[in-house]
Structure formats: C-alpha cells, structure tokens
C-alpha cells in the first residue's frame, strides 16, 4: 500500500493554517477532496492543469479485466443543472492499466484507487486479484452501481442480496481497503449500505448517478443511443445529500459523499451531513482546476471561522 499521507496544521506570514486532513480509518488523506472516477480520466489527464499531489487522492476510471468499448453513441447530453452520459464503463482493461499506466501514476504521493468493475462476481474477483499483484495502489472501489451497466439485467447495488454476495467474495482476496459505491436508485439505500457492511466493506461512496434520460423534441428520439443513462451535476446534489446523511446516521464505517459538488460550500455540506470525505466529478468538465479550487475554498472557511482541524465539521449538523 501506498504510504499514508497526513498533513498537520502549517503557519504562513505567522498565521495558523487549517488542518484539512482527514483519516477514514485505513487511509489518512491530506485533505477531505476526491477525484471522482468516470471524470478524471487515468489521472495524467489532468496533470497539464493541476498537481495531482494536492488532491485527497483521485479515483481512476473504471477497470474490467479486458478492454471495453462501452454504449454506442451518442453518450453524452448536457441537460439543465448537469449531465446524462450513458459511457457504458469504456476501458483499457487491467492488464494495459498495469503495463502502461500505473508505472506513471505510482510516481504520485496522493492516494490511487483503483474503480473495479466486472460483468459477474468472478470477474470483479479477477481484477482484484491481478491488481494485488502490482504495488502502488492505495484502495479499491467496488463499483457495483453504474445504471448504464447490469449484471443479468440487473443492477447488483439495487438488491440487498447481491450487494451483499459481490462485496463479500472481493473482501476475501483483497489485499487493499474496500470502499463500496452505491447507487441511488433503490427504495432503501440504508439497507444496502448495512448490506455492504455487513459484508466487510472498509467504506462506503455514494452516490452514482441518477438513472435518467432525455427527448429531442425535434425528432422525437431519446438524447441518448442507450435511451437511458446517468444523471449527475448540481440537480442532483438535495437528494444524494439526504442519502448520504441517511446512510452516516446508520452505519460505522466512514462514508464519502458525492453528487452535485461544484464549490467549497457543496462539499462543506457533506461533511457536515456525515460524511468523511467526497468526490467530486461533473466538476472537472467544467473546470479540469475545479478540486484544488474546493479545497482552496474549504480551507479559507475553516480559517474564517476558526476552524483548527475540518474533521471537527463531520456529521456536525444541528437538528
């Protein structure tokens, strides 16, 4: 595993800086701001236009064991308030990712974790297995949640079962902490975060886009070739915050907020709600600068208002 990375409080011009580190418990970050995987491309993407060293850590885009081409296009929209993609998890698999990336983005000393994907248990089992093999990897998030992508037709963070059957059979062979991301298009999200938990899970993400889709009036044909696809951007972020704090109210294991993260202030309301830590994601379509930007502003807050440490602000909302 990668070494642990945590930063204390630092003085400028004699004034005492914010401590932004957070510790989820089997990561110590140096502060709460996660790329998000799907929008961060490998992370050498972004390296023209920001340091990856000053991010929390950035998840990479999504792994199955072999190469896929995802969803036919056209796969992206842009709709009010955000974006519908229907990618369908396109990738370069595990054994390029190894050969060719990973040897670049090792170089980094924020945390790398690595997004597995797998059309049924096994093949999640596989990526996992291979990737043990190679250091420089801090965690993995199991994403089980894409709503462009289904294991017999079926999303598997949409039931309690499977949720519980592929979190537990990847803890078995994995080396690394296991974060889980889930999807918001249940019934009852708490009972498959306590699913995942009670699996083993290390951690849980949440959330994954929206299932959606939009019409082109003119044509009268769906935006999308998919039809359906993910919502994500700030139209999401009032209900992937209610879910978030549901989730952080019933579980005991570190939970990392997503959706809709555009500012400081929208990641600051994450925390506040529960959460340890978030991803942030449609931002960096709009600005590839956006993180560092976040967490400029979370660390101007926490020294306007006198705030030491930022893991003072988890789970402080006052009811």
């Known amino acids: 595993m990668k070494k642990d990375?945590?930063?204390?409080?630092?003085?400028?011009?004699?004034?005492?800086?914010?401590?932004?580190?957070?510790?989820?418990?089997?990561?110590?970050?140096?502060?709460?701001?996660?790329?998000?995987?799907?929008?961060?491309?490998?992370?050498?993407?972004?390296?023209?236009?920001?340091?990856?060293?000053?991010?929390?850590?950035?998840?990479?885009?999504g792994l199955y064991f072999y190469p896929?081409?995802?969803?036919?296009?056209?796969?992206?929209?842009?709709?009010?308030?955000?974006i519908l993609n229907s990618i369908g998890l396109q990738g370069i698999g595990v054994k390029k990712f190894v050969r060719e990336i990973?040897?670049?983005?090792r170089k980094y000393q924020t945390p790398i974790i690595i997004n597995v994907c797998g059309e049924e248990d096994q093949e999640y089992v596989s990526v996992v297995e291979f990737l043990n093999q190679h250091p420089g990897i801090s965690a993995y998030e199991l994403n089980i949640s894409c709503p462009n992508v289904k294991k017999n037709g079926r999303c598997p963070?949409?039931?309690?079962?499977?949720?519980f059957s592929i979190v537990r059979a990847v803890k078995k062979v994995s080396s690394l902490p296991l974060i889980t991301k889930l999807s918001p298009n249940v019934t009852d999200i708490v009972e498959i975060a306590l699913s995942a938990q009670q699996a083993g899970t290390d951690?849980?993400?949440?959330?994954?886009?929206f299932l959606a889709m939009d019409v082109d009036p003119q044509t009268r044909k769906p935006t999308l070739a998919n039809i359906y696809g993910g919502?994500?951007?700030?139209?999401?972020?009032?209900?992937?915050?209610?879910?978030?704090?549901?989730?952080?109210q019933n579980v005991g294991i570190p939970v990392i907020g997503m959706g809709g993260i555009m500012s400081g202030e929208d990641a600051l309301e994450y925390l506040i709600a529960g959460a340890r830590a978030v991803e942030v994601g449609t931002a960096n379509f709009v600005d590839p600068e956006s993180t560092v930007k976040i967490i400029n502003q979370m660390k101007k807050y926490c020294e306007q208002k006198g705030i030491p440490r930022i893991e003072s602000v988890v789970g402080s909302l006052k009811i």
């Open 5 to 61: 990375l945590c930063f204390g409080p630092k003085k400028l011009y004699g004034l005492k800086m914010a401590d932004l580190s957070v510790d989820l418990g089997f990561l110590q970050l140096q502060n709460p701001v996660i790329a998000a995987s799907g929008t961060f491309g490998y992370g050498l993407e972004f390296s023209p236009y920001l340091d990856p060293n000053n991010l929390g850590g950035f998840v990479v885009k």
């Open 68 to 82: 896929r081409e995802g969803n036919p296009p056209p796969r992206l929209g842009e709709t009010p308030c955000g």
């Open 102 to 105: 990973l040897p670049q983005i």
């Open 157 to 163: 963070a949409l039931d309690p079962q499977d949720t």
């Open 203 to 209: 951690a849980l993400s949440l959330v994954n886009t």
């Open 231 to 248: 919502l994500s951007g700030p139209a999401i972020k009032p209900i992937a915050l209610r879910m978030v704090h549901q989730v952080a």
